[in-house]
C-alpha cells in the first residue's frame, strides 16, 4: 500500500489519505480515451517542474487534447469524468521506516468521489526523491511522458493491463534489450558496477556510461535502437528507503525494464549487478 501527499508547494498544507489509488474499469478507460488532460501546475510561479512539464507536454503530448490549470481548478474539476489529469505527488510508503517521501507523475481520470485517493489511476511513475533538484528529472520528463501514453494506449486495447503490478508487466520486454543500446550515468550505478570492465563481467550487451547531455540529445532526437535508465531514490548519503529503476526505450517510449528495491548495505542506492543479472539471463 501507498500513501500520497499532494506536494506542499501545491497547496501551501499537505492532503493525505492512506488507500491505494483504484485502477480504471472498461468505461473509465474509455472515458480517458475522450478525455481533455489538464496538467495540474505548481502554486508556486517560479517552480522549475512548471517549465519543464509546459516543454515536455508540448513536445511529446499527443494522446489528448491538453491544457494547463491550477490546483484551485483541479479541486473543482476532479469530478468531471470529461477530464482527466497530470498531477505531481509525493509518496511514501507505509512499510518504510525511514519515511522517504518521492515524487510520483500521475495520471488520473476524473469521477465524482470525496478523497483523492479514489480517482482511478491510469499511470503512476516514480519521478524523483522528494527534495530532490528539479533538474535532476526535467530532461527526463518527455521519455516519461510518452511512456504513460503508450500505458494508456495499451490499457485501452487490453483492460487486463492494469493492475498493482502494472509497471512490472514491461518485464517482458526484456528479450527485446538484446537489440539495443542500454545508456547509464555514472552516478545512477552501485559501486560494484561502477565501470564499463565490471559491468561488461556480468553483461555482455550493449551499454554505455555517458553523461546527462548525451541522454538529453537520445530523447530530444528520438535515437533509434537506444534505451536510457530513469533511476529514482534518496539524495546524498541516505542509505535507507527505496531505489526505483527503469529502462524506457527513447524511440518507441516503451518500458524494458522496472524493478525496485530496499536500500541496505548490500544493495545501495542504483543499479544493481542483481538487475544486470536479471537482463543477462537473455544475453
Known amino acids: 500500500m501507498k500513501r500520497i501527499l499532494f506536494s506542499v508547494l501545491f497547496l501551501h498544507y499537505t492532503i493525505l489519505f492512506y488507500s491505494q489509488a483504484p ?23 517560479m517552480s522549475y517542474y512548471n517549465l519543464y512539464i509546459k516543454a515536455a507536454m508540448k513536445e511529446y503530448w499527443r494522446i489528448t487534447p491538453y491544457e494547463f490549470i491550477t490546483v484551485k481548478e483541479f479541486n473543482v474539476m476532479r469530478s468531471k469524468p470529461a477530464y482527466s489529469f497530470i498531477v505531481l505527488t509525493e509518496t511514501n510508503y507505509e512499510k518504510d521506516k525511514s519515511i522517504s517521501l518521492y515524487n510520483f507523475i500521475n495520471l ?9 485517493g479514489d480517482m482511478p489511476e491510469i499511470c503512476a511513475v516514480p519521478l524523483s526523491f522528494a527534495g530532490e533538484d528539479d533538474f535532476e528529472y526535467g530532461y ?10 503508450n500505458h494508456a494506449r495499451l490499457i485501452h486495447e487490453d483492460p487486463s493491463k492494469t493492475g498493482r503490478r502494472y509497471l512490472r508487466f514491461y518485464n517482458e520486454n526484456i528479450p527485446d534489450l538484446m537489440n539495443r543500446t542500454i545508456l547509464v550515468k555514472q552516478e545512477d550505478l552501485s559501486p560494484d558496477i561502477g565501470s564499463i570492465e565490471r559491468i561488461k563481467a556480468i553483461y555482455s550487451n550493449k551499454i554505455e556510461i555517458v553523461t546527462e547531455d548525451e ?8 535515437a533509434p535502437g ?5 533511476k529514482v531514490g534518496p539524495a546524498g548519503e541516505r542509505r535507507e528507503g527505496y531505489c526505483f529503476k527503469m529502462l524506457i526505450g527513447t524511440d ?3 518500458m524494458y525494464y522496472y524493478n525496485v528495491h530496499r536500500i541496505d548495505k548490500l544493495n545501495p542506492n542504483g543499479f544493481l549487478p542483481a538487475d544486470l543479472k536479471r ?5
Open 23 to 45: 485502477f480504471p474499469g472498461n468505461e473509465e478507460i474509455k472515458q480517458f480515451a475522450a478525455s481533455k488532460t489538464c496538467v495540474v501546475l505548481e502554486d508556486n510561479q
Open 108 to 116: 488520473l481520470q476524473g469521477k465524482d468521489v470525496d478523497k483523492l
Open 140 to 149: 527526463k520528463l518527455g521519455a516519461i511522458l510518452s511512456f504513460m501514453q
Open 215 to 222: 541522454i538529453v540529445k537520445a530523447i530530444e532526437t528520438k
Open 226 to 230: 537506444t534505451v536510457i535508465l530513469h
Open 252 to 254: 518507441d517510449a516503451v
Open 279 to 283: 537482463l543477462a539471463r537473455f544475453d
